[in-house]
């Protein structure tokens, strides 16, 4: 059976209604969706099913090659190690050709010279290490797993400055290692590139990202729309990417320390808006709680209220807990005893605190559920699937967490 997932988020949004649901995910506690307003009401659009997608009939996800902006590093555009930037980029057709959806892609921050230098190894630095990948959940070219999605030009923008896309340094790093920070400018870079192969035509733009890349999303959604015509309907979702400015259970910063490092490692500040950082801490600033509320774009959230990423590093890091009495709950939350859940439930009630004020934006969305997952849009399991909770007697989003 065909899970029509996008159609509740993005063609039945009604003005600034809320809506609850039971969740299928551990504790059963109510996921909440946020219906703001209708999008298909703007012509907001997605493939037709009934004519079209007759060129992807099996089921198995495309193996996608990685494209290298070789011709960036003139312009600095640099992943750490100083190798080219890159992306996998799957064309469209039919009456999704003209339609483009872009996927940021996650992974964590670096936030001193030896954490970066550790990454400039990896995939997350450096482009000497990625590959070609396959294209699943809302990147999938398959109609029954992707509806309103699967006809549309997808791109996977590789991660590989540790930053968000968000750091901009001019020289590079003076140790032995010789990094580079350069985040802003290999955003820069992959949207000119994709603008010469088509995007700048494009009738419908969507600009996703998961963790790291949600975060991004925050960060540039604004700019994503103004280096497109005003005639090209633009929106954003940020997947697991609303990170909370919270204290850990021994009371400390954590996190905020953590981004205030990362922030000043990597020049972040050039890509935070002077409204913000001429009254708050810069690191607050790169907050999504601050960064939403200077957003003009139509934007979506997608949020687990039980994160386990950020249970596990925002919550509860592992300095916060010498003696392991949480190492259990984090890795199952069927394992937390009475007091700890206890403090998941305030976990939860922050982030719905924190999203209090969104609520009353006409242009934007959110879909809370209680899965204890992180990245839902990029997963099989989380994306399409029959067993999927319904708002209204019409399918989610997203499974009920598999």
Not at 297 to 312: G, V
Request: proline residues 4%.
């Amino acid at each position: 059976m065909a899970i029509h997932y996008l159609r509740p988020l993005f063609r039945h949004w009604r003005g600034r209604d809320l809506a609850t649901m039971a969740g299928g995910c551990a504790l059963a506690l109510l996921a909440v969706v946020f219906a703001i307003r209708s999008w298909e009401q703007e012509g907001w659009r997605g493939g037709d099913q009934a004519a079209e997608g007759t060129a992807f009939r099996s089921q198995d996800p495309p193996l996608v090659d990685l494209t290298l902006l070789r011709a960036a590093k003139a312009n600095g555009a640099l992943c750490l190690d100083g190798s080219p930037p890159g992306y996998h980029l799957l064309r469209g057709e039919g009456s999704g050709a003209d339609n483009w959806l872009l996927h940021l892609e996650g992974g964590g921050w670096c936030s001193n010279v030896e954490s970066c230098a550790l990454r400039g190894i990896t995939a997350l630095g450096s482009s000497m290490y990625m590959e070609a990948t396959h294209f699943v959940g809302m990147l999938s070219p398959h109609p029954s797993e992707n509806p309103d999605f699967f006809n549309w030009n997808k791109v996977k923008v590789r991660y590989c400055d540790g930053a968000s896309f968000a750091g901009d340094v001019d020289n590079e790093d003076q140790s032995e290692l010789k990094l580079f920070f350069r985040g802003r400018r290999v955003w820069e870079a992959i949207i000119d590139q994709l603008l010469s192969e088509g995007l700048v035509k494009a009738k419908q733009a969507f600009l996703t990202g998961c963790s790291a890349g949600g975060l991004a999303t925050f960060i540039h959604c604004d700019n994503f729309r103004d280096r497109l015509p005003p005639n090209t309907k633009v929106k954003c979702l940020a997947d697991a990417g609303f990170f909370l400015d919270e204290k850990d259970i021994s009371g400390h910063k954590t996190i905020r320390s953590f981004y205030d490092d990362v922030v000043q490692l990597q020049g972040i500040t050039k890509s935070l808006s002077n409204d913000c950082i001429t009254v708050m801490e810069h690191s607050q600033c790169f907050f999504p709680r601050e960064l939403i509320k200077r957003i003009n774009t139509p934007l979506f959230i997608l949020n687990p209220a039980y994160d386990f990423w950020q249970i596990e590093h925002v919550l509860v890091p592992p300095k916060s807990d010498p003696a392991g009495q949480w190492r259990r709950c984090k890795m199952n939350i069927h394992h937390c005893n009475s007091n700890q859940i206890e403090t998941l439930h305030g976990f939860r009630k922050s982030l719905l605190i924190a999203l209090r004020k969104f609520q009353q934006n006409s242009k934007g969305g959110m879909f809370i559920n209680s899965c204890f997952a992180h990245c839902q849009t990029m997963s099989n399991m989380t994306w399409h699937s029959t067993t999927s909770p319904r708002i209204n007697n019409k399918s989610s989003t997203i499974s009920s967490c598999g």
